[in-house]
């Protein structure tokens, strides 16, 4: 089973709301990795954790605070969020080390955001 | 300054029409080549991993193959429902990086 389950599916916040992204899987993956989608555009990386503690974060803005409370979940906590950070949000895992052919990344089906 | 370029942007095929899509890098240490397919608004796909020049791997009509400067993904006799965006990813051989870096990819369109 390759699968990474994402909640919600859709999400419309205001600007002053704060909300969350749930992201989960059950492949025993220790890398697992926030994205963000804009429309017609590559996924460009968030965040990455590895062995649940942040190991890359790419010059994010402290709207977006991502958590990894277990090997099998992630989160990102969004608060004071601008229109322009309305976007698809995808997350992915994959092993860690290994030989060729362990360090792919599965993604979730994503969270599509809409900042009002 | 490490670079991943896909082409063409946009590939429209009648079906059964075969053709190509091409994924070039110029990165440093690459440590694997990554094909996705994409349908809208859901998340990549995995499909294929390449790690050294040569190499091919094929599913259905779908068969990958990588070079020292690029990869190609070659699509036999499409049929609609391979109509996707394709993206190709590198990760780079960089301590403890392990994130991808996306090519811009290309929209497919089969047409039957």
């Known amino acids: 089973d390759t699968e990474v389950t994402q909640t919600p599916k859709h999400l419309v916040m ?19 990795y926030w994205y963000k989608q804009k429309a017609k555009k590559p996924p460009e990386l968030m965040f990455v954790y590895s062995y649940e503690k942040l190991s890359i974060n790419e010059s994010v803005p402290s709207r977006f605070s991502p958590e990894c409370p277990n ?4 989160n990102l906590h969004l608060h004071a969020l601008q229109p322009e950070d309305s976007a ?15 360090d792919t990344q599965y993604f979730g ?8 | 300054e490490d670079q991943v370029t896909q082409s063409p942007e946009a590939l429209r095929l009648q079906e059964g029409e075969s053709s190509s899509l091409n994924c070039s890098y110029t990165v440093s240490g690459l440590r694997g080549l990554f094909w996705y397919r994409q ?3 859901k998340g990549p796909e995995f499909l294929f991993t390449l790690y050294s020049a040569g190499e091919e791997k094929e599913k259905e009509r779908l068969k990958a193959t990588l070079t020292k400067k690029e990869s190609f993904l070659h699509i036999t006799a ?10 190709c990813a590198v990760r780079i051989g ?3 990086r ?4 996306f090519g811009s990819g290309t929209r497919l369109q089969v047409q039957p």
């Open chain 2, 94 to 96: 960089a301590t403890g």
């Open chain 1, 109 to 116: 089906p994503g969270t599509r955001l809409t900042v009002l």
């Open chain 2, 98 to 101: 392990r994130a991808l870096t």
């Open chain 1, 14 to 32: 205001g600007m002053t709301n704060k909300k969350s992204l749930k992201c989960e899987q059950h492949m025993g993956h220790r890398a697992m």
């Open chain 2, 78 to 87: 499409p049929k609609p429902e391979d109509s996707a965006t394709y993206l």
């Open chain 1, 88 to 102: 698809l949000y995808l997350c992915a895992s994959s092993q860690v080390g290994g030989g060729a052919g362990t």
């Open chain 1, 71 to 74: 090997s099998s979940l992630l």
């Open chain 2, 39 to 41: 349908d809208p608004g």
